[in-house]
């Protein structure tokens, strides 16, 4: 499984629990889409999983920054993935960072509001904020090999899922 999460925005814990927490510790590879916020924050998280693949979002600091690249490609399962925090250009200017990195699909945050849209021309998946919500729903995202691509779903903290897709390279 493939779990992506994002918008911590924490001083010294990553803020996992429940369901998320559980995701975190089952899966195979955990996105972090930025917006750790503190640099215990990140070292948390790296002490929770080994296979951590994130990058550093716009409240990050100096530490963090060192540490993270702004932009990642990340593969799973057959599935290319661009993940970034955000773009000055909105969805568009995701869709073209996806294409420059040959993605089948783009990772970001910075809105806290949990969404996958297909209708992009490019898939744009956000999980939200487990930790942050700011007035959404506190969220992260499952991703599980199945025919050749994958299936997801948004899933709250409490584990319910909220919203399930699908993603093919």
Known sequence: ???????????????????????VH?????????????????????????????????NDGAAIRERLPE?????YAGVRFAVTHRHRSGDTGLVMLGRGRDADAVICGHSHRPRFDDSTGLPILNPGSHAQPRGNRPAHAELDPNDGGLDGRLVSPDGDVFETFRIEP
């Open 1 to 23: 499984m493939l779990v992506v999460v994002s918008d911590t925005h924490s001083t010294d814990d990553h803020r996992l629990r429940g369901r998320t927490r559980e995701a």
């Open 26 to 58: 089952e899966a195979e590879t955990v996105v972090h889409a930025g917006d750790f916020y503190r640099e215990p924050v990140l070292n948390a998280f790296e002490s929770a999983t080994n296979r951590l693949r994130a990058v550093f979002g716009n």
């Open 71 to 75: 932009i990642r490609t990340v593969e």
